[in-house]
């Protein structure tokens, strides 16, 4: 089984906002990444989680901040959006171990209002 | 000058051609290749990777890795409308918990 699922779907919200996107994995991997992707566009890294510490931050502003709460669950945190933020975030994760992979979840698709 | 070029496309076909991918690099240290299948709206869907110069096979798709050229291909055997979709090359120098370095795409219609 290779499934990374993410909640919700769909987000529509306002800049004064505060919601959550949720990923989850049950691969056993202990790598899991958060990427954002804009139309035409390939995703771009924005946080990398191994062994469930941060350890790799694209210099993401502040309003974007990621949380691991165990080896499965990866959360993104979002505070004071802009509409320019709007785009599909992705989850993804890897084994801790060989080429890494990533195996890519459905995706949310965000809309800053 | 980007580390990982793609040719965007896009790219129409007839149902049943051979279709080829490819993205050139110039990082050396790429260690690991990847390629990626993503439909309209949806998360991108890993189709191969591999780590060595050589060749890849499985099902219609083989993978193609020429470090010495820092080139790599796709091919497409068949090709379905199905296959519609834009095409991603990634890759990266380590292993897991690595950032990858993707290509433009590649937006592919295979017309029936």
């Known amino acids: 089984d290779t499934e990374v699922t993410q909640t919700p779907k769909h987000l529509v919200m306002g800049m004064t906002n505060k919601k959550s996107l949720k990923c989850e994995q049950h691969?056993?991997?202990?790598?899991m990444y958060w990427y954002k992707q804009k139309a035409k566009k390939p995703p771009e890294l924005m946080f990398v989680?191994?062994?469930?510490?941060?350890?790799i931050n694209e210099s993401v502003p502040s309003r974007f901040s990621p949380e691991c709460p165990n080896s499965s669950l990866l959360n993104l945190h979002l505070h004071a959006l802009q509409p320019e933020d709007s785009a599909l975030y992705l989850c993804?994760?890897?084994?801790?171990?060989?080429?890494?992979?990533?195996?890519f979840g459905p995706g949310t698709r965000l809309l800053v209002l | 000058q980007k580390e990982v070029e793609q040719d965007p496309g896009p790219l129409s076909v007839p149902e049943g051609a051979i279709v080829s991918l490819n993205c050139t690099y110039s990082n050396s240290a790429f260690q690991y290749f990847m390629w990626y299948r993503q439909y309209s709206r949806k998360g991108p869907e890993l189709l191969m990777y591999?780590?060595?110069?050589g060749n890849k096979e499985d099902g219609r798709f083989t993978a193609q890795v020429d470090k010495s050229s820092k080139y790599i291909s796709l091919f497409i055997r068949d090709s379905q409308p199905s296959d519609s979709a834009t095409y991603l090359c990634a890759m990266s120098q380590g292993t897991s918990g690595s950032r990858l370095t993707f290509g433009e795409g590649t937006q592919l219609t295979v017309n029936p």
């Open positions: 691969m056993g991997h202990r790598a």
């Open positions: 989680y191994s062994y469930e510490k941060l350890s």
């Open positions: 993804a994760s890897s084994q801790d171990s060989g080429p890494g992979a990533q195996y």
């Open positions: 591999t780590y060595s110069s």
